[in-house]
């Protein structure tokens, strides 16, 4: 029977699933547990096209009770759920802009964001840190415009569909390790890239695309044909010809300087000469997992001054450019900037202070008259997404009383000593409260002596708090109870003049306030 050439591994005990696949049928193969049956894998793997007969068929297995654990099954690849999976802006630097759909305008972009099928980015003089759901990055530079157009996950087999489109302009891409049958590709208007897990520059141009492999091997096609790109390789496809061209990247200059900690601005970066080279490449980056660039020139020299730079960890990158315009390997070296500054101390609000918005202000201390310091504050630890950021001032205190929307903030100051240098001070949590907007009864309906109150619903609400007076001012509650729902139902006493208000039920962020009242009254000649 098929199911003996299935049978691959016989009874073997606690299997789990080995994803794998054959390019020629596009399947891919999962190994039966203990535990497993047709059923169960049909609907943790299937997409709702399809179901397990026609697995039991397209495995051609004539007994379902035989298969035992270590059993392999073929599934199409095609068969199997997907989702589309956004992908996540970790940090911007400068002009970038983003488009939402086809139909709608341009805005600007803002770390956190998250991207979805079918969005654009359009950089003009800024750079975009992009991550993906497999936890691949792709570095928008300047003056480019990326198309996402396909971010699909197959759920529990790990395999990834992503597809992007540069339509012009330049991107550096790390490719996280990729699962076999998964598929991650940029294509251009004259030529197309694909890797399997790989870090590669991409640039695209009227004239054509060109493409600089650091690491690993990336499919480099076009209309005429294809070839595999390694790393320390560049390639390059013109618009109109038939040929690719390739040739082999500079090596990462060698670096002059040792220090990996810096006391004193400004420093000089040097490295060694590349024999040949027509210019070089410096980008200077924050070390931390959102990366973002703060410094890229294009030098005559691989030489540079360090200056104008906060405290902090920074990587320092260097690469040599060939007259026909492929950039090299880069010399990446840590750097600590450690400068005796003039750090702030965090006087008010104190940490995970929960403060009213319309109370809302910043103090804090500095040690020399001089220095001039501002406040950032932020909704993420890594101050990447500002909600505000001042001008350096000599004010070392700050009201902002009803800026803020109600939630939670991170904050911080920077101080700037009269030599120039930057320091930052420890960063602080905050939560802002604020009012929730008002409940209004939007209709009263009457059946009988019954009365039908609906009021507008609350998003931040865990519910209502309903009010029943015989008074206008409501100095006596004859009624008071919660309610989920933004309606309630009631039996009144005809002949009588009764008021309602509705408050929603705050959380820790919110505070709240009963809204207008509305006057109830039933006839006494009302049908019960």
Same mark, same amino acid.
């Given at each position: ?97 983003? *488009? ?30 992009? *991550? ?32 992007? @489109?540069? *339509? ?116 200077? @980056? ?125 904050? @911080? ?116």
């Amino acid at each position: 029977m098929m199911l003996q050439l299935l049978v691959l591994l016989a009874l073997a005990p606690q299997v789990t699933a080995e994803p794998q696949v054959t390019e020629s049928n596009g399947d891919w193969y999962y190994t039966f547990r203990p535990t497993d049956s047709m059923q169960s894998i049909s609907k943790r793997f299937l997409n709702t096209n399809h179901d397990w007969p026609e697995l039991v068929r397209y495995n051609r297995i004539d007994d379902v009770n035989s298969l035992q654990a270590g059993s392999i099954i073929r599934i199409p690849i095609a068969w199997l759920k997907f989702q589309p999976q956004p992908a996540k802006v970790l940090s911007v630097d400068g002009n970038v802009l983003i *488009k939402k759909d086809r139909f709608s305008q341009y805005q600007l972009l803002k770390a956190n964001t998250l991207i979805q099928v079918g969005f654009e980015i359009m950089s003009r003089n800024g750079t975009a840190l992009i *991550k993906l759901a497999d936890n691949s990055i792709v570095r928008v530079e300047s003056d480019t415009q990326l198309s996402f157009n396909r971010m699909s996950h197959f759920g529990e087999t790990g395999m990834v569909d992503t597809r992007l @489109r540069l *339509k012009k302009g330049g991107v550096i891409s790390e490719v996280a390790p990729l699962e076999k049958g998964s598929r991650f590709e940029i294509r251009t208007p004259s030529a197309v890239a694909a890797v399997r897990g790989t870090e590669f520059r991409l640039r695209s141009d009227a004239s054509g695309s060109q493409i600089e492999v650091t690491e690993g091997n990336v499919e480099f096609s076009h209309a005429h044909g294809s070839q595999t790109v390694g790393a320390g390789e560049g390639a390059r496809v013109n618009v109109n010809s038939a040929i690719i061209t390739s040739k082999k990247l500079y090596e990462a200059p060698a670096r002059s300087f040792s220090a990996k900690s810096v006391g004193e601005l400004p420093f000089k970066l040097s490295w060694e000469p590349s024999a040949g080279a027509k210019s070089y490449k410096y980008e200077l @980056r924050v070390d931390s997992p959102a990366g973002n660039v703060l410094q890229s020139k294009q030098l005559s020299s691989p030489e540079v001054e360090l200056e104008h730079v906060s405290n902090g960890d920074y990587q320092v990158a260097m690469r040599a450019i060939d007259k026909d315009g492929f950039e090299g390997m880069d010399d990446v070296a840590s750097v600590s900037v450690e400068l005796d500054g003039d750090t702030p101390s965090l006087l008010l609000p104190i940490q995970s202070s929960i403060v009213n918005s319309s109370e809302l202000e910043f103090g804090w201390s500095l040690k020399r008259p001089e220095t001039k310091s501002k406040l950032q504050v932020s909704t993420d630890r890594d101050f990447v997404d500002f909600v505000y950021e001042g001008q350096f001032q000599s004010e070392t205190k700050l009201a902002m009383n009803n800026q803020l929307d109600p939630g939670v903030y991170y904050w @911080r100051v920077i101080g700037l000593s009269a030599d120039h240098v930057e320091s930052a001070s420890d960063s602080r949590k905050l939560s802002v409260r604020g009012l929730m907007n008002e409940t209004r009864i939007l209709s009263v309906n009457y059946v009988g002596n019954q009365v039908g109150l609906f009021w507008n619903s609350i998003d931040e609400a865990n519910g209502y708090i309903l009010q029943i007076s015989d008074s206008k001012n409501f100095l006596r509650i004859l009624r008071e109870e919660t309610i989920q729902k933004p309606s309630a139902f009631l039996k009144l006493t005809p002949g009588k003049n009764y008021y309602a208000r509705i408050k929603g039920i705050p959380n820790e962020l919110f505070e709240s306030e009963f809204g207008p009242s509305e006057t109830l009254f039933i006839p006494e000649d009302a049908a019960p």
